[in-house]
T-cell receptor
Framework: NAGVTQTPKFRVLKTGQSMTLLCAQD?????MYWYRQDPGMGLRLIHY???????AKGEVPDGYNVSRLKKQNFLLGLESAAPSQTSVYFC?????????????FGPGTRLTVT | GEDVEQSLFLSVREGDSSVINCTYT??????LYWYKQEPGAGLQLLTY?????DMKQDQRLTVLLNKKDKHLSLRIADTQTGDSAIYFC??????????????FGAGTRLAVHP
């Protein structure tokens, strides 16, 4: 099993450009998540999904959109990138449940917006 | 509100014990976690403790939970250079809004020197 994979690993964007980050998991998990990690801060949840075709906002959703057309994939889109979106982005997945289920993380995507 | 705090940096000598501390605010949290992040990688679950326990031991790792003070600690015995990483404390509140919510601290960077 590959676990959780993320594409691309690194990306540099100019302000105003758009891009899509792809997350894929092969563990048949229902729940998937997108986080961002900034220096000196814990991971903050951007959006999450509790199943195919459903998405919901997390703690810091502004400037991002997501889609979950297939159970194994969770896409994060930036329509018009801003320097404040320079960060490391992590995708995670887990079994369903309100608490207590381990989240499995991908290796991250380092995004720089100039 | 929900908040998890931890000190940002810890330096120890190889072979000594490391103790990483964390405080959290949500007394309803049923699970508390320690995740490890090695350089350039995603987070990996190291260990967790259920809220009705006060101690959990797993080989070189000991987790202590003081529910009254909302204090969690991770002790690593015989610390090795391979333990150098960032350690994140996370809580899982019961009232999570319909998903497996995790609240992360900012992470403690553990540096192990000879």
């Amino acid at each position: 099993n590959a676990g959780v994979t993320q594409t691309p690993k690194f990306r540099v964007l100019k302000t105003g450009q758009s891009m899509t980050l792809l997350c894929a998991q092969d563990m048949n998990h229902e729940y998937m998540y997108w986080y961002r990690q900034d220096p000196g801060m814990g991971l903050r949840l951007i959006h999450y999904s509790v199943g195919e075709g459903t998405t919901a906002k997390g703690e810091v959703p502004d400037g991002y959109n997501v889609s979950r057309l297939k159970k194994q994939n969770f896409l994060l889109g930036l329509e018009s990138a801003a320097p404040s979106q320079t960060s490391v982005y992590f995708c995670a997945s887990s079994y369903p449940g309100l608490a207590g289920y381990e989240q499995y993380f991908g290796p991250g995507t380092r995004l720089t917006v100039t | 509100g929900e908040d998890v705090e931890q000190s940002l940096f810890l330096s120890v000598r190889e072979g000594d014990s490391s103790v990483i501390n964390c405080t959290y605010t949500d007394s309803s949290s049923t699970y508390l976690y320690w995740y490890k992040q090695e350089p350039g990688a995603g987070l990996q679950l190291l260990t967790y403790i259920f809220s009705n326990m006060d101690m959990k031991q797993d080989q070189r790792l000991t987790v202590l939970l003081n529910k009254k003070d909302k204090h969690l600690s991770l002790r690593i015995a015989d610390t090795q250079t391979g333990d150098s990483a960032i350690y994140f404390c996370a809580e899982s509140p019961v009232l999570s809004g319909g998903y497996n919510k995790l609240i992360f601290g900012a992470g403690t960077r553990l540096a192990v020197h000879p």
